[in-house]
């Protein structure tokens, strides 16, 4: 990384990474354990699949997504003879805080070749920026493991710290805020999901979307390694087809593949070339 940033006025100033699936917790596995846990308490259970459809919101609205599918809002009526409150909203959120508080620090490994991209970055006085649909108390538990891990961003932006959530592109916005950069800064935003690729195209950044180590593979890095060649294959292939339509301007594998990103960024930007609005 840092051999291949050598220029010392790059117009990168930030990259802004998301968290689960990006950064650390390879496969974004930890809130959809939380939450599949919290709907079967609550006797509706719901498939990995359907919880990962709405993943990067902002977890209230993840949970009224769900709630608001319509198989999982008959399995909801048909236990409970009611559709589901917003005090049911509410209850299923806390219980939902609790449960990812406790798996947390155990989901807070970088992921590999994160911590080599961020020193080079920084050596390319590239500022590194961190959101995440999580919580303020759920993001103090995560980045609190995390930098036992190695790993400390320079700003840590929650959903709690901003008026509206993903697709809006508010946490981008007050990451650039937090980093002392104006709105127009040129920064890249790097995330695992559709939602959270709008959240920074809507904020003029460049995105970058993780297909293997995030949501659209959602494996753990062990299931991940146990596959075949062919098996990665397929899962890859399918999980790029679905971000390239997320309109990112790159998808790669991992955080691990960033630093051909930001030269290419770095040389369409020097031949004249601006993000697509």
Not at 149 to 163: A, K, N, T
Not at 192 to 203: F, K, L, P, Q, R
Not at 212 to 226: D, R
């Amino acid at each position: 990384m840092k051999e291949q940033l050598k220029a010392s006025r790059l117009a990168t100033k930030a990259v802004i990474f998301d968290w689960a699936g990006t950064a650390v917790d390879f496969g974004s596995i930890a809130p959809v354990q939380a939450m599949a846990e919290v709907f079967k308490s609550a006797q509706v259970p719901v498939s990995v699949a359907e919880i990962r459809r709405p993943m990067g919101m902002e977890k209230r609205r993840h949970i009224q997504e769900l709630l608001g599918d319509e198989q999982i809002a008959a399995r909801w009526h048909a236990l409970h003879g009611s559709s589901p409150t917003q005090a049911d909203v509410n209850r299923l959120y806390d219980a939902f805080n609790e449960q990812l508080i406790e798996i947390l620090p155990r989901r807070a490994d970088p992921i590999p070749g994160l911590l080599e991209v961020v020193a080079g970055l920084r050596a390319a006085n590239i500022k590194i920026g961190s959101n995440s649909g999580y919580s303020a108390r759920m993001m103090d538990v995560l980045s609190r493991a995390a930098r036992e891990r190695g790993y400390e961003p320079d700003c840590v932006v929650s959903s709690s710290d901003v008026q509206t959530g993903r697709p809006a592109p508010d946490l981008s916005l007050k990451c650039l805020e937090q980093l002392g950069l104006s709105g127009d800064a040129v920064a890249i935003k790097v995330d695992d999901t559709s939602v959270g690729i709008e959240e920074g195209g809507n904020a003029g950044l460049w995105t970058v979307a993780v297909a293997v180590s995030g949501n659209e593979v959602g494996l753990s890095l062990e299931e991940w390694l146990a596959l075949t060649a062919e098996q990665q294959a397929q899962l890859r292939n399918h999980a790029y087809e679905r971000l390239n339509k997320s309109l990112a301007d790159y998808v790669i594998d991992t955080v691990a593949d960033l630093a051909t990103v930001v030269c290419d960024i770095e040389m369409r930007i020097a031949a004249g070339e601006r993000r697509r609005a």
